[in-house]
């Protein structure tokens, strides 16, 4: 079977198989999350025999160490994915939920009814516990899902996919809900990503190329963010140990995330006072500056920053530093080179802060936090499947909610209009 013909038919089971989940009970999806744990942890075996084959792959094929560390299934990692699923299936249901619910002058009734978006490709590389993840979540949002992982964790997200199988044949529900792409061509993505006949929406996640090919080529609508350029901007009177403790963590905490801060803007007012501590800071934990002249006056360890690094995601232990002469130039400043992702701005000002909520055109704005709190089990959601930085359908960290849409419902009594 060729690759088209395989892709189609993985695509009209996974339609078919969209209709029975999202017609099914809550307590009916959550059985299938809760046996499909059970079978993984019943499988710890099948799983490490299958991740051994996928990590002598790798290795024989030169695979790098951070990808190479990503893609091992250990003891630890087996117990996480077990974890995720009983905090899923313990979410509450976002599917059937009806909101906004008022009447109208005619008599109807007027409301929003929340739904699933039907079938979901997730595209993602290296790590077999994002099978799992992206998974649960999409099955409790009442959606089926096609899974396309990394060519080098091919054996270990089909050993996962069987254990999902086994799970959602014990709750009632067509296997055909959860399907994981079984071969390493890599047209099957080219596939996926359009066919709207079959798949709604599609959710790449791994590294900033991946997600260029899909938002250039794709003909499904995509949930992506490329860049996590975050700011931090420390406006004139903040409380200077506040503003240290959250320009240190927003950077440092860990430096290889997408909401981690890669620009601190920093008030002229506060540059004499503040600039040499965080130079201190940032120089005890290995963090290499790049500033602006203003910057260097303060702190001459640090090189020069050129106009790319004010667009840079270093995803390292490197930090863009500007001083700004107010919050008007911090706001434009992060219009021009933020990628939409998280800004923070820490001010005393309530005025100042209220400018920055309303101005700044990010999916995460905030006041007084570090950036690293943009995520979607620190949000509430419980869990999320990925940052998204377009504006429809949904902004920002996407849980269960962001995986499913909203129809208008209207109850009438016979009403007709005239």
Same mark, same amino acid.
């Given at each position: 079977? $060729? ?23 809550? +307590? ?5 999350? !809760? ?5 993984? $942890?019943?499988? *710890? ?14 290795? $024989? ?41 008022? &009447?109208?002058? +005619? ?19 290296? *790590?077999?516990?994002?099978? /799992?993840? =992206? ?11 096609? #899974? ?5 964790? #091919? ?59 899909? +938002? ?33 963590? =927003? ?13 601190? !803007? ?8 503040? !600039? ?11 963090? %290499? ?22 667009? %840079? ?9 500007? /001083? /700004? ?14 990628? *939409? ?25 905030? /006041? ?14 419980? =869990? ?7 504006? #429809?359908? &949904? ?15 209207? #109850?009438? %009594? ?5």
């Amino acid at each position: 079977m $060729d690759v088209e013909q395989y892709m189609a038919e993985l695509g009209a089971a996974a339609r078919a198989a969209s209709r029975v989940v999202a017609a099914a009970s809550t +307590s009916v999806r959550n059985t299938a999350l !809760l046996a499909a744990r059970d079978a993984l $942890d019943s499988a *710890r075996a099948e799983l490490s025999a299958a991740n051994a084959a996928d990590l002598a792959r790798g290795a $024989d094929n030169g695979l790098e160490a951070p990808l190479m560390d990503r893609l091992q299934l250990t003891p630890a990692r087996i117990d996480a994915m077990l974890e995720g699923l009983t905090q899923v299936a313990a979410l509450p249901d976002p599917v059937g939920s009806i909101t906004d619910m008022k &009447a109208m002058p +005619s008599g109807i009734k007027v409301g929003r009814m929340r739904v699933p978006l039907g079938v979901i490709g997730i595209i993602y590389e290296s *790590r077999p516990n994002v099978t /799992v993840e =992206a998974a649960s979540l999409c099955l409790k949002a009442g959606n089926a899902t096609i #899974l396309r992982g990394g060519s080098e964790a #091919l054996a270990s997200n089909m050993a996962i996919a069987r254990c999902i199988t086994r799970g959602l044949e014990q709750a009632g529900l067509p296997a055909a809900a959860v399907q994981v792409v079984d071969t390493r061509d890599r047209a099957a993505v080219g596939r996926l990503i359009t066919m709207p006949e079959y798949v709604d929406v599609i959710v790449p996640r791994g590294g900033k190329g991946l997600i260029e090919r899909i +938002s250039n080529d794709a003909k499904v609508p995509v949930i992506k963010h490329l860049d996590g350029t975050c700011h931090v901007y420390i406006d004139a009177g903040a409380d200077e140990a506040m503003a240290e403790a959250i320009a240190v963590n =927003a950077k440092t905490q860990r430096y290889g995330t997408c909401n981690t801060m890669e620009t601190l !803007l920093v008030h002229a007012s506060m540059a004499a006072s503040l !600039l040499p501590r965080l130079g201190e800071a940032y120089a005890a934990a290995g963090v %290499e500056l790049r500033g602006c002249e203003r910057t260097r006056e303060w702190i001459p360890a640090a090189g020069t920053a050129v106009e790319a690094d004010w667009y %840079e995601e270093y995803l390292g232990p490197i930090l863009a530093v500007r /001083v /700004v002469d107010d919050i008007d130039a911090a706001i434009n400043h992060i219009d021009v080179y933020s990628s *939409r992702h998280t800004e923070s701005i820490v001010t005393a000002d309530h005025a100042h802060a209220m400018r920055f909520l309303r101005e700044v055109d990010s999916s995460s704005v905030m /006041v007084n936090a570090s950036t690293r709190f943009a995520d979607g089990f620190e949000y509430g959601l419980g =869990a999320e499947i990925g940052i998204s930085t377009d504006k #429809l359908h &949904a902004r920002g960290p996407v849980g269960l909610e962001g995986l499913t849409s909203q129809k208008y419902v209207v #109850l009438g %009594e016979g009403q007709i209009r005239s």
